[in-house]
């Protein structure tokens, strides 16, 4: 940042997460477990900001992660105005009925500042996996 006075962007950035298990699409006995999480991204900052880029990384039940990289979210790079929201559905699959996800976007304000707004660690579960 510029100025030391200046707030960190991604501490005004509020992400929520519901997630799903997608049954008709999954085949546990093909160890392919696919689940759908659908993101609100709320800018709570006094200024709009663009999501650029996504960085996840998703961890299944073995603990094997894969690391995702890329420009934007399902396509798009949207700019959200202060106290408005984004929202957005994708997806995942996993090898094993439990995993997580966590990571980041990368976004910029309309005054060019760069900064990550983290993504805390959530749970993508088959129902009843979980005791």
């Not at 993101?39 to 690391?67: K, Y």
């Not at 910029?108 to 749970?123: H, R, S, Y």
């Amino acid at each position: 940042m510029s100025n030391v006075d200046d707030p960190n962007y991604g501490d005004f950035v509020k992400i929520d997460v519901v997630t799903n298990y997608l049954e008709k699409q999954s085949d546990p006995e093909s160890k392919r477990y696919v689940f759908s999480y659908h993101i609100t991204i709320t800018n709570h900052n006094p200024v709009p900001v663009q999501l650029l880029n996504r960085h996840w990384l998703i961890t299944d039940g073995n603990q094997h992660v894969q690391e995702v990289k890329g420009e934007g979210v399902v396509g798009e790079q949207p700019q959200i105005e202060p106290e408005s929201s984004y929202s957005y559905t994708s997806g995942a699959v996993l090898a094993t009925s439990v995993g997580s996800m966590q990571g980041y976007y990368e976004m910029v304000t309309d005054e060019g500042e760069l900064f990550k707004a983290p993504i805390q660690a959530f749970t993508l579960a088959r129902p009843n996996a979980l005791h």
